[in-house]
């Protein structure tokens, strides 16, 4: 989804580099990293394990800083993002003693919301989100799919404009990656959120994305960017046909020749 015209990027990464110093040794995790995220887009990053993603993530959403280059969301380099991006990670991080209902309102309730205006909000979205039926029951009783959409519930409450998903279905099987992904492409649809995605799936990449940024092995540096002309709404079946096949087959060849 293209900006207004003149209007600033909603994120803009701007020569991000970042390394650690591991064992006494300094290790460059991120080298040169360049990234631009229009408002309402859906934008993945893919790359081999260890080459800086997650990392990246958490300098987007201000939990951690470069060595050197800067983050912009809407032209503004210095304002802080703490607390300002929605961060969705791996682990669903439900509280095993808390219900359903009652794991979604956690942000809010941290932020001073009353529980019963958070709970009066949440509420509001359960059928939206595929929880209907399903508030008072703890995490325990849920399938891995129902964990993750609690957990969406939960970051979506927060109501920022930009969220961040850190691999979200890397732990489910594959019957329910499937689905989780045709219901966040509807939700999306809907919300019309700004999203960066990481993902190790080439499918799920193409399938949801606008564009998707290949990073190379450690450092990740950014080796290919890859627009994603798809028509939407897009569902699961398109994985078959021929023209995801060739934007697959482009996808492939900076990682095959990356991983060899």
């Known amino acids: 989804m293209a900006s207004d015209v003149g209007a600033a990027p909603k994120i803009q ?9 591991v064992e006494g040794r300094k290790q460059i995790v991120l ?54 991006i929605g961060y969705m990670q791996q682990k669903d991080l439900l509280m095993p003693w808390r219900t359903v209902l009652d794991n979604t309102i956690l942000g809010l309730e941290l ?46 409450l927060m109501d920022q404009d930009v969220i961040l998903l850190d691999e979200p279905f890397g732990a489910l099987d594959a019957l329910t990656r499937v689905q989780m992904q045709e219901w966040l492409l509807r939700l999306w649809d809907s919300l019309r959120k700004t999203i960066i995605l990481i993902t190790h799936d080439m499918d799920e990449a193409i399938l949801l994305s606008d564009r998707v940024y290949v990073l190379t092995p ?11 002309d798809l028509p939407r709404p897009r569902s699961y079946a398109q994985v078959t046909e021929p023209h995801f096949a060739r934007l697959k ?12």
């Open 31 to 84: 080298d040169s990293i360049e990234l631009t995220v229009e408002e309402g887009e859906f934008v993945s990053i893919i790359g081999p394990s260890g080459c800086g993603k997650s990392t990246l993530l958490n300098i987007v959403a201000g939990l951690d800083a470069p060595d050197s280059g800067k983050v912009a969301v809407e032209g503004n380099r210095e304002a802080s993002r703490l607390g300002r």
């Open 13 to 21: 990464v701007e020569s991000i580099s970042k390394s650690f110093t």
């Open 249 to 260: 087959s482009q996808l492939q060849e900076p990682l095959r020749v990356k991983s060899l």
């Open 218 to 228: 450690r450092p990740g540096r950014i080796t290919m960017i890859l627009d994603v």
């Open 111 to 156: 932020h001073g919301m009353p529980k019963r205006d958070a709970r009066r909000r949440a509420l509001e979205l359960t059928e939206v989100f595929g929880l209907k039926g399903f508030e008072s029951e703890y995490p325990y009783a849920l399938s891995g799919g129902m964990r993750q959409r609690a957990a969406f519930l939960r970051t979506m």
